[in-house]
């Protein structure tokens, strides 16, 4: 089969090989995939660039969710069938025409899915689900900032925050995409690449009062956040996309801009700063993990979810793919097919 292999740090169109391996085979609670394709997420940009720190040693194949059909099951795995169509999360593996997972990572999907909803629905809505259903545990009518709102993960929690009926401030990089963010339900939008958010966000709330913040920025977004949480209210950091495609001193420059924080003073004002990483969660507790993969799908039939199409590259286009996501051009999911 082919696979996509990480051999190098670095920029897209250097760091990918093509190679022939053998199929794989699946343990007794795993099922064997044949993908029809994978999805990109920022954390395949970070594997790139060489600081996922719990990513193998290069040359690997990337890559954490596919969709296709069930090629071959475990003696352990009683809930699916051969030939059954899955979206399934993989613990890297999921650049190649076949992947192993386990079971409890995957969920039965609609033949008439599209690709690229499968693949949504997977990383994105999960992580979106687990972060707001369970991390903030959001009510109704609270007030939320949902930051990169108009990408994947953030489209998600856009819809679920509607869903339970909370005032939504929606944050993009991209002035086209304010007019689209309204039209879905945002009560204001924030253009970050020309407007101070924390700034934008006190002239419309003097006293702050925010309940929940969703962050994938990182940064000094995250400090400023803290500051507009009311006394309960809780932050969710599950991505760090400013140190993403930039130089050392960047880097260094934007973890700073986190802040350092003692757990006294969360104490003492009541706010929560709480961090995602649905590998981990995958990793030790996969039973959470079926139950997110369970309700985003049942919020999927309901119409809640509603994956946007994006963008689907042949596979031979992996570098472009990887480049299109970096210059924050994908308004949904991209996704790459064999």
Known sequence: ????????????????????????????????????????????????EGMYRDAPPRPFVPGYEVVGTIEKIGSDVKHFKTGARVTAMTRFGGYAEYAVTDARAAVSIPND????????????????????????????????????????????????????????????????????????????????????????VRRVYPQGGIDVIFDALGGKFVRKGISLLAAGGRIVTYGASQMTGVNLLQRISAALQFGIYHPAQ??????????????????????????????????????????????????????TAHKFLQERKATGKVALEW
């Open 1 to 48: 089969m082919k696979a996509i292999f990480l051999v190098r740090k670095g920029k897209p169109e250097n760091a990918f090989e093509f190679r022939e391996i053998a199929v794989p085979t699946p343990k007794q609670n795993e099922i064997l995939i044949k993908v029809e394709g994978f999805g990109l997420n920022f954390a395949d940009l970070v594997a790139r």
């Open 113 to 200: 899915l599209s690709l690229i909803a499968g693949c949504a629905l997977t990383t994105q809505y999960c992580t979106a689900y687990y972060s707001a259903a369970i991390a903030a545990s959001v009510s109704e009518h609270e007030r939320v900032i949902v930051h990169s709102a108009a990408g994947g993960v953030g489209s998600a929690l856009l819809q679920y925050c509607l869903h339970k009926n909370c005032e939504v401030i929606a944050t993009t990089g991209s002035e086209h995409k304010r007019k689209m963010l309204l039209d879905q339900g945002a009560s204001f939008v924030i253009n970050t690449s020309t407007e101070v958010f924390s700034e934008s």
């Open 266 to 319: 969360f104490m003492m004002t009541s706010k929560s700063l709480i961090g995602v990483n649905m590998l981990k969660i995958a990793d030790e507790r996969p039973l959470v993990l079926k139950r997110c993969l369970d309700e985003v799908m049942d919020l999927f039939h309901k119409g809640v979810f509603k994956p946007s199409e994006g963008k689907v590259f042949p596979a031979s286009q992996i570098a």
